[in-house]
């Protein structure tokens, strides 16, 4: 057509080319505007994801990250002294290991609730990135108190196993919600129209928190073997 010949090929014009090269055109054929459809949202899906997590990158990475040092430590290097030989504590040995994991249940479960009575507001980006990249520093030193000489007090082991592990377990907890609804208020507005990008927000961000535990779980192997 005079129109299109005239005119510069675009995209959707090489697109419909190319269709009519392989033996039909992609205009003018049901199969062709499907196959056209088809592969016109693959491509803006791909960009919209592209974009969305560009957009939540910072909550992305602490949230990652986050998942990966407490799966580092927990259960397996945080119970590392029941392994090692018996530890002698305040609480007696039969209930030390599940009073351990206890605590880390609740103070966890605390540090979730706090984010909802709104300090997460006052949290930037970096800030929740340094709170995050510090507790790195988690694992050498529940390192240093699980393996830490048999010999030393019976109260100071007990003292320092549930106070860094209530730290530990608050952090984590505090941390990962500041995350989860960080990004899918960085994605979008509360408008109506912004929901799917918001909706595909916190999906990016649940897929990633598993990447974490794999992430976590792999340098939790690596410290076995080494």
Not at 33 to 39: A, E, K, M, V, Y
Not at 110 to 134: E, W, Y
């Amino acid at each position: 057509k005079p129109g299109i010949e005239s005119s510069k090929p675009g995209a959707l014009q090489a697109h419909i080319l190319a269709e009519a090269a392989d033996g039909g055109s992609a205009w003018g054929t049901a199969a062709g505007r499907t196959s056209f459809g088809r592969n016109s949202m693959v491509m803006n899906a791909a960009i919209s994801d592209r974009l969305i997590l560009t957009s939540i990158k910072t909550y992305a990475f602490a949230v990652l990250w986050n998942f990966a040092v407490t799966t580092v430590i927990f259960p397996g290097l945080a119970t590392a002294q029941f392994h090692t030989g018996e530890r002698k504590g305040f609480i007696n040995p039969s209930w030390y290991e599940v009073t351990l994991i206890a605590t880390f249940l609740l103070l966890d479960f605390a540090g979730r609730q706090v984010p909802a009575l709104g300090p997460r507001a006052t949290v930037s980006r970096s800030t929740i990135v340094g709170c995050v990249l510090l507790r790195t520093l988690f694992i050498p030193l529940y390192a240093a108190v699980a393996y830490s000489s048999p010999d030393a007090s019976a109260f100071l082991h007990g003292f320092c196993e549930f106070s860094v592990m209530a730290l530990f377990a608050f952090t984590h907890g505090y941390c990962s919600t500041v995350c989860m609804m960080g990004a899918p208020a960085a994605a979008g507005s509360s408008s109506s129209s912004d929901e799917p990008e918001r909706q595909r927000a916190a999906t990016i961000m649940t897929a990633l928190t598993n990447v974490g535990i794999v992430v976590g779980a792999l340098l939790a192997f690596l410290w076995l073997l080494f």
